[in-house]
């Protein structure tokens, strides 16, 4: 490593201290940190039920189908009787 000075510091002068050196936080104020936070659940929930959704799937495509007889009436409109 090289002790090179940067162009915006002072030669001679105390180095500023990074912000997260100082124990602030890591970008914007406190309500985006809320924001980020509201954004990151709105997404795990997403995540969630696009999975639940897709087992679903799965499970309802791999359920056996019921087979209906061609003499079974499948309509209300059949099962009536004829005028």
Same mark, same amino acid.
């Given at each position: 490593?090289?002790? #090179? &000075?940067?162009?915006?510091?002072? /030669?001679? $002068?105390? %180095?500023?201290? *990074? %912000? *997260?050196? +100082?124990?602030? #936080?890591? *970008?914007? /104020?406190? @309500?985006?940190?809320? $924001?980020? %936070?509201?954004?990151?659940?709105? +997404?795990?929930?997403? &995540?969630?039920?696009? +999975? !639940? +959704?897709?087992?679903? &799937?799965? @499970?309802?495509?791999? %359920? /056996?189908?019921?087979? @209906?007889?061609?003499?079974?009436?499948?309509?209300?409109?059949? $099962? !009536?009787?004829? *005028?």
């Amino acid at each position: 490593m090289t002790d #090179e &000075v940067p162009s915006s510091e002072i /030669p001679g $002068t105390q %180095r500023k201290k *990074h %912000r *997260h050196d +100082l124990g602030q #936080e890591d *970008h914007g /104020p406190k @309500v985006a940190a809320g $924001t980020t %936070r509201a954004i990151q659940i709105l +997404l795990g929930l997403w &995540v969630a039920l696009t +999975l !639940a +959704l897709v087992v679903y &799937v799965l @499970v309802d495509g791999s %359920r /056996p189908k019921s087979v @209906v007889s061609e003499s079974t009436p499948t309509s209300a409109s059949e $099962t !009536a009787a004829p *005028h």
